[in-house]
């Protein structure tokens, strides 16, 4: 294995399963969830581009997040399962580092869309007089460009970085995919610095539009109970429990991995918890969203009664 070390520059993903027939089996599951999540998060995106009903800054948004949703898992998901079923592990280091970049440039952009989303519904339920100037079209257009943007950016610094490492002792990385924290164990040098760089990116990308989505939501609760009317009250608290439903599945377990002491991390348990924001969160979100939205329920009998044949 030392030799190995020293002649290549290939890294080696440990995986998430076993190679024998308990590992296969619940590969399948998760191949299973990944053509769910494929299907629902496209689906989805198209559905918001068919029907004119659904072109608002909320479905715009919704939108968005389903593109990331469907890039994400689509950055783990397929190198996991040929490396399972090959029975190779490597991955180049080309291709750890185009997996690092895409996989921080959805998680960084995905949190800020959630927030996004949640000023959104912050706006539409505490200020609807002012809803058409603070949620235009520009103003939603400038949310979605600066969330890819920034999630881009944040993305090639740590990828740029973690890729300049020296790598002097093993390359096999205890994850399912180039993850930054697994890899940054492998370096022989002192990594205090980048860590804190870590831990600053997580609290600007993912601890404060999650603490800003917390306060907008409690704003939107507190005026939803002094609602007069209970068709509005039903509605608004629909859309926000949709809503916090997604976020809390998809901050808790990430929050958790990044921002906890180094002295508690486990390989074992960093594994399990990515398999929530990383693989469940994009299968879970269009089944949310779509189940327990009638506008969308709405929008696919329309979209379905466009192409399905007509009786003369």
């Given at each position: 294995m ?9 890294f ?5 399963f076993?190679q024998?027939q308990?590992g ?7 191949i299973?969830?990944?053509?769910l999540?494929?299907l ?11 029907d ?8 715009f ?10 890039m994400y898992?689509?950055s783990?998901?397929?190198k ?13 280091f080309?291709g750890?580092?185009?997996q690092?970049?895409?996989?921080l440039?959805?998680a ?7 927030a996004s989303?949640?000023?959104d ?6 200020h609807p007089?002012?809803?058409?100037i603070r949620?235009?079209?520009r103003?939603?257009l400038?949310m979605i460009?600066g969330?890819?943007?920034l ?7 740590h ?8 790598y002097c002792?093993?390359r096999?990385?205890n994850?399912f ?6 890899m940054?164990?492998l ?7 980048y860590?804190?760089?870590?831990f600053?990116?997580t ?9 800003g989505?917390?306060?907008s ?6 005026a ?22 997604v976020?809390t599945?998809y901050?808790a ?7 906890r002491?180094?002295?508690l ?14 693989i469940?969160?994009p299968m879970l979100n ?7 939205n009638k506008?969308?329920l709405g929008?696919?009998?329309r979209v ?6 007509r009786?003369e």
């Amino acid at each position: 294995m030392e030799r190995w070390n020293e002649t290549s520059n290939d890294f080696t993903l440990l995986g998430l399963f076993p190679q024998n027939q308990t590992g296969l089996l619940l590969l399948l599951l998760i191949i299973f969830v990944f053509v769910l999540a494929c299907l629902g998060n496209s689906g989805m995106t198209a559905l918001i581009f068919l029907d004119p009903r659904l072109h608002t800054p909320m479905y715009f948004l919704l939108s968005q997040l389903s593109l990331m949703d469907l890039m994400y898992i689509s950055s783990t998901v397929p190198k996991m399962a040929i490396n399972l079923l090959s029975g190779q592990k490597s991955i180049s280091f080309l291709g750890c580092g185009v997996q690092s970049f895409f996989f921080l440039t959805m998680a960084g952009s995905e949190g800020l869309i959630l927030a996004s989303m949640a000023y959104d519904r912050f706006v539409a339920i505490c200020h609807p007089l002012h809803y058409p100037i603070r949620m235009s079209k520009r103003m939603c257009l400038k949310m979605i460009l600066g969330s890819w943007t920034l999630g881009s950016i944040n993305s090639v610094s740590h990828t740029f970085y973690i890729l300049h490492l020296p790598y002097c002792r093993s390359r096999a990385i205890n994850h399912f995919f180039c993850d930054v924290p697994a890899m940054v164990h492998l370096a022989c040098m002192d990594t205090w610095v980048y860590e804190y760089m870590v831990f600053v990116s997580t609290v600007v990308f993912l601890l404060l539009p999650f603490l800003g989505i917390t306060v907008s939501y409690g704003r939107v609760l507190y005026a939803v109970f002094h609602m007069h009317s209970k068709e509005g009250r039903k509605k608004a608290f629909a859309t926000c429990s949709t809503h916090l439903t997604v976020v809390t599945f998809y901050y808790a377990p990430f929050v958790y991995t990044y921002l906890r002491p180094k002295t508690l991390c486990s390989p074992a348990e960093d594994k399990i918890l990515a398999v929530f924001y990383t693989i469940l969160t994009p299968m879970l979100n269009p089944i949310i969203y779509s189940l327990r939205n009638k506008e969308v329920l709405g929008a696919m009998g329309r979209v379905c009664g466009m192409f399905s044949p007509r009786k003369e």
